[in-house]
């Protein structure tokens, strides 16, 4: 079984300031984690992948993300906010190896003040 | 990378009818094709899981009479929402996984209004 929590619905931050997306996650094997990001009417997008390599993930956009299995949690973060990273954000857990079923998160909308 | 590409983007139709959506995966083969439907202000909740040549795995609760899924091809899967009704109306997405490509690919979504 496996599950994602992401602690905060909604996110607020001025431009320029870092951002921080917290989730974690449960699960009975060591999992692969996602962090993904959808623009109003579209679709998603893969920032970055965490499949049991190095613990600290860097993706696209400045975008970085760290595995603390201690603390079963995938926290995203991104040291300056851009305006253009308003969106909503989702964390995804899937068991690991290829062709496993993927669990979502219940999204946090990050708001980006000018 | 890995693409999916989703059409249409977007479609209205009438209450009793059926809609087709298509996803494509570009350049690679998806053995593995999973349709989602989101609906306003909620996650993606994951409605059927359908391998290449074989029937397609519903979730619980999904009505696989009125989500017919179809992976004929490794290229190719198709949703079809059959007498649709206005309670269908939602984002509808699909995600794509084959050969070394591990991180699920995203279509682009559908937007389907029922009226």
């Known amino acids: 079984a496996q599950s994602v929590t992401q602690l905060d619905s909604h996110v607020s931050v001025s431009e320029g300031t870092p951002v921080l997306l917290r989730c974690n996650y449960s699960?009975?094997?060591?999992?692969?984690l996602f962090w993904y990001v959808q623009h109003p009417n579209k679709g998603l997008q893969l920032l970055l992948k965490?499949?049991?390599?190095?613990?600290l993930v860097k993706g696209i956009n400045g975008f970085e993300a760290e595995f603390k299995k201690s603390e079963t949690s995938f926290h995203l973060t991104k040291p300056s906010a851009h305006m253009s990273d308003a969106a909503e954000y989702f964390c995804v857990v899937s068991a690991p190896g290829g062709y496993q079923k993927v669990t979502f998160g219940t999204g946090t909308k990050l708001q980006v003040i000018p | 990378g890995a693409v999916v590409s989703q059409h249409p983007s977007r479609v209205i139709c009438k209450s009793g009818t059926s809609v087709k959506i298509e996803c494509r995966s570009l350049d690679f083969q998806a053995t593995t094709m999973f349709w989602y439907r989101q609906f306003p202000k909620q996650s993606l909740m994951l409605m059927a899981t359908s391998n290449e040549g074989s029937k397609a795995t519903y979730e619980q609760g999904v009505e696989k009479d009125k989500f017919l899924i179809n992976h004929a091809s490794l290229t190719l899967s198709t949703l079809t929402v059959t007498s649709a009704h206005p309670e269908d109306s939602s984002f509808y997405i699909c995600s794509g996984r084959g050969g070394n490509n591990y991180g699920y690919t995203f279509g682009s979504g559908t937007r389907l209004t029922v009226v």
């Open positions: 965490y499949t049991s390599a190095a613990t």
């Open positions: 699960s009975s094997y060591s999992p692969s």
